[in-house]
C-alpha cells in the first residue's frame, strides 16, 4: 500500500486541473527505474491505461497505480509534497530505502 499525505494529495488535484486531467479516467502511476546517484529513482506520472501487471490503490482520494515490479520498492511508502525552502516537489518516504541521494529523488536498498 501507498499513502498520500493531505498536501500531496492537494498538489496532485491541483495539477490534475492545470494540466486537463480527468481525475475519472486518470491516475497517478508510481514507479522505479534504474539510475540515479543512488541506483534507483523514483517516478511519478499521470496515466490512464492500465497494464496487466498494475496494482491499484486509492489513499487520501488519489487512485495510485503501481507496476508489480516496483511495488516491490514501494511498499509502504508516503508520498509527499513539500513546498520549503530546500525545494519544492514531491518526496517519497520510502522505509524499505537503506540509503538516498541529497535531493531525494534516487535510493538503493
Keep these: 500500500m501507498i ?3 493531505q498536501e500531496a494529495r492537494d498538489q496532485v488535484v491541483q495539477m490534475m486541473q492545470q494540466d486537463g ?5 486518470h491516475f497517478v502511476r508510481v514507479g522505479v527505474k534504474s539510475g540515479g546517484c543512488s541506483g534507483l529513482s523514483y517516478e511519478l506520472t499521470f496515466d490512464a491505461a492500465l497494464g496487466e501487471n498494475d496494482k491499484i490503490y486509492e ?6 497505480v503501481v507496476d508489480k515490479k ?3 520498492y514501494l511498499v509502504g511508502t508516503t508520498l ?3 513546498g520549503g525552502l530546500n525545494g519544492k516537489g ?3 518516504n520510502n522505509p ?6 541529497g535531493c531525494g529523488e534516487s535510493f538503493s536498498l
Design 3 to 5: 499513502k498520500v499525505s
Design 21 to 25: 486531467v480527468d481525475s475519472q479516467s
Design 59 to 64: 489513499d487520501n482520494e488519489v487512485r495510485i
Design 70 to 72: 516496483s511495488f516491490l
Design 80 to 82: 509527499e509534497y513539500s
Design 90 to 92: 514531491f518526496v517519497f
Design 96 to 101: 524499505n530505502a537503506n540509503r538516498t541521494c
